[in-house]
């Protein structure tokens, strides 16, 4: 299977790696505010509340992220829907400005019309990330690309990927940093007949060990 091949290969480069990094389990987490929109049978918008953490071990990575909020027609009153997200990625470090990682994605919400809808993906990412305004910030770039997914809808899969860039600063006196973002993802089903783009700018702070 190709996804599996992709984390024993993954796996197999940090355990290298790792005999050759610093020993001890580094931990790290945070939380975000994500101002989200998802465009595609509807156009959805809210802002919601999200947490990442992160736990390596030499140039070794696991990251678990999770969103959850509610989203809703621009403009419109009530409730809203429920959009839950949540992704699981194993990552190795071969190099300090340099991170690939494997792992599922899943998102759920339900459109206008009381149909909810499921994505799962298996993804392969690449994150670079470099020093600027001295050394106290750090810009990144990641790209993913999904090598496989399933969702509950009629038409067939055929593509997904998507991107983030921003900005981490870390505080001079406190083990803490700020990130400010914007991410995307596009996906495309039968042929092109149905499409669905999420974006999202995100503000967040976090405590890190590195």
């Known amino acids: 299977m190709r996804v599996a091949s992709l984390g024993c ?6 355990a290298g790696a790792t005999r050759g990094g610093a020993q001890g389990l580094v931990p790290a987490g945070g939380i975000s505010i994500v101002s989200t929109r998802v465009r595609g049978t509807n156009e959805l918008t809210g ?7 992160a736990l390596a071990l030499g140039r070794l990575e696991l990251a678990l992220g999770y969103v959850q909020g509610k989203i809703g027609p621009a403009g419109a009153s009530g409730a809203g829907q429920d ?3 949540g992704v699981a990625l ?11 990682a494997v792992g599922p994605h899943a998102r759920s919400y339900t459109l206008t019309g009381g149909t909810q809808l499921r994505w799962a993906f298996w993804e392969l990412r690449a ?6 305004v001295g050394s106290a910030g750090r810009g990144y770039v990641e790209l993913w690309r999904a090598l496989s997914a399933s969702v509950n809808v009629p038409e067939r ?6 991107g ?3 900005m981490v600063v870390h505080l001079a006196r406190a083990p803490l ?16 007949t149905r499409l669905e783009t999420v974006d999202a700018v995100v503000v967040g702070v976090g405590l890190s060990g590195r």
């Open 164 to 166: 983030e860039a921003g």
């Open 83 to 85: 959009l839950v997200e």
């Open 47 to 53: 802002t919601v509340l999200a947490g990442q953490g």
């Open 177 to 192: 940093e700020l990130r400010l973002g914007y991410r995307i993802d596009h996906a495309v089903l039968g042929g092109g």
């Open 127 to 132: 994150r670079v990330s470099g020093a600027f």
């Open 157 to 162: 899969f055929d593509h997904a990927q998507g």
């Open 9 to 14: 290969a993954l796996a197999a480069l940090a």
């Open 90 to 100: 194993l990552g190795v470090r071969p190099a300090s400005w340099l991170r690939l």
